[in-house]
């Protein structure tokens, strides 16, 4: 199975050439029944066992991103299948594949289809699977043949060509015709390069709870966890995915159920499980899970890697990226209504969505397909004013709980969300945990009776001492009277301010108390 497929601008128009064939194939949709790129992908999309497969997606402009990361280019799909065998499905798309929908959606997004795009498939067993990079590391210097490679664009935009020496590189610069169609210099993503003779090839670029609060430990998986308003101190230490610990027992109601396909989805991090480093945007992290019941649930937490929602509830916390620093979770249950409301509201940091699902009932996918959600998932928005507070009408489900949510959108300038936002709402001082010292943090501030205070750690959780570098967690308290515990992956260091943030309050006395406890002389920075 090897095919070349160009697709055209503007469209689901697209031909393709099969290896021995002399000219393009005639236009056809190219998610049409029988086109090539269609009738492999359902081979995994209409599987009875599709969990059987091997797959490693990657793209610097992945379903769900708002917009393309400034990183590597390469956009390609590995799916290994059982009989040791599979391909490598190389192309120039955004937005593609969403292995997360079904096959009709693979080319339903506009951003998929607005320009042109090209897709290369080649048939591997398992053992050439695994060592396709060292081939597209070495090829062209194999292959020793000059190249011609196309580059959409002008001689003062494109590299010079190199002309010295037996080898040579020269540019096409387009615009280039496929089959008849023309296709314009700014409407081409795809790359593709011919050596002068023999070889075609293309390029690339190398719910047990309403709510629950858990921090987990650093160098592991040991953790504690307070329920608000019923513990006056944290549960005894626990590794985090314990069968019965809620961290573990809220997932898998997903994970076990046997409905999966059921539930609506939205997942969103800076680093997301498989990711090779952290995106210098968005810190936020959390998962929206909506049920069948018009209710579910909002998990925000400060763990890199989690969740894999492509895994198994025993894997959440298999990866060394996830158990190595301390990380705090804080899970609230919402009604569907409510939860719209927070997705509206979370929008405004512009987070990075990795992973979303959509229903398979029609019954529930209004949730998904609601303006809230889909803002959220495919929205890239300036708002004003840069920041919103949740309504006071948003509260957790079951004997309902007073929340308070943050969010500030990413600005040209420095604005730090605890002291132009937070303590201007909840109108107490605050103070907040930015593990560092006064020289990484930004400077206390103790104008007016509305200050903000730093906590720099060291901190200690029950009876465990978290060291300042080992702590990804952000929270914050007011210093007196009214309780609201916040978390958020934002704290008060320059770089923070230069991004969008989130901070998710719920008003308990118990939590706030314990948090509190955990300030003292030596680790707060405070105003005199």
């Known amino acids: 199975m090897t095919f070349f497929v160009y697709k055209l601008p503007g469209g689901k128009s697209s031909h393709y050439l099969l290896p021995a064939a002399a000219d393009w194939t005639a236009a056809a949709e190219i998610d049409a029944a029988q086109q090539p790129v269609h009738s492999t992908m359902n081979k995994y999309f209409t599987a009875g066992n599709k969990d059987h497969a091997n797959i490693v997606a990657y793209s610097n402009y992945p379903p769900h991103f708002k917009f393309e990361l400034p990183m590597s280019p390469g956009k390609g799909l590995i799916i290994a299948e059982e009989q040791n065998k599979g391909f490598w499905l190389v192309h120039t798309a955004k937005y593609f594949p969403n292995l997360a929908g079904v096959i009709g959606d693979l080319f339903s997004n506009e951003k998929t289809t607005k320009d042109a795009a090209a897709f290369l498939c080649m048939s591997y067993s398992d053992v050439n699977l695994k060592a396709i990079d060292i081939y597209s590391n070495y090829v062209v210097k194999i292959l020793k043949k000059s190249l011609q490679v196309y580059t959409p664009g002008t001689t003062t935009t494109v590299l010079k060509k190199s002309c010295a020496g037996s080898l040579k590189v020269e540019n096409v610069l387009g615009p280039i015709t496929v089959k008849d169609t023309v296709i314009p210099i700014g409407q081409d993503s795809a790359r593709w390069s011919v050596p002068k003779s023999d070889t075609i090839l293309e390029e690339r670029s190398l719910y047990p709870a309403d709510r629950f609060i858990v921090y987990k430990l650093p160098g592991g998986k040991s953790s504690h966890y307070l329920l608000p308003n019923a513990a006056a101190a944290w549960t005894a230490a626990a590794d985090i995915d314990a069968a019965q610990q809620p961290v573990h027992s809220t997932m898998n109601l997903y994970f076990a159920s046997a409905n999966r396909d059921r539930a609506n989805i939205v997942a969103y991090s800076n ?14 992290k959390g998962v929206i899970i909506a049920e069948e019941q018009n209710k579910g649930f909002w998990l925000v937490h400060t763990a890199k890697y989690f969740p894999n929602i492509a895994g198994t509830v025993a894997t959440l916390f298999s990866d060394e990226k996830t158990t190595k620093d301390a990380a705090a979770f804080l899970c609230m249950s919402y009604s569907d209504v409510n939860l719209r409301a927070v997705a509206k509201i979370i929008d405004y940091e512009q987070p990075i969505i990795y992973f979303t ?70 109108k107490k001082t605050l103070q907040v945990y930015t593990p560092g010292t006064t020289t990484t943090v930004l400077r206390k501030s103790c104008a007016g009776t509305l200050k903000v205070e730093n906590v720099l750690g060291p901190i200690t959780v029950s009876d465990t001492v978290i060291p300042i570098e080992q702590d990804s967690a952000r929270w914050s308290v007011q210093k007196s009277d009214s309780d609201f515990v916040c978390l958020s992956n934002t704290g008060r260091t320059a770089d923070d301010a230069k991004h969008g943030a989130t901070v998710a309050c719920i008003l308990s006395a118990d939590a706030t108390t314990l948090f509190r406890s955990m300030i003292t002389t030596q680790n707060l920075d405070a105003c005199l």
């Not at 998904?368 to 009408?393: F, M, R």
């Open 271 to 284: 680093y997301p499980p498989h990711f090779k480093f952290e995106l210098p945007m968005s810190p936020g």
């Open 357 to 426: 699902q959509r229903s398979s009932v029609q019954a529930t996918q209004a949730f998904y397909d609601s303006a809230e959600i889909q803002t959220l998932i495919n929205g890239l928005h300036k708002y004003q004013p840069i920041g919103t507070v949740s309504a006071d009408s948003i509260r957790t489900l079951t004997a309902p709980g007073t929340v308070k949510i943050f969010a500030t959108a990413p600005v040209a300038y420095s604005s730090d969300i605890y002291s132009n936002y937070v303590v201007k709402i909840l």
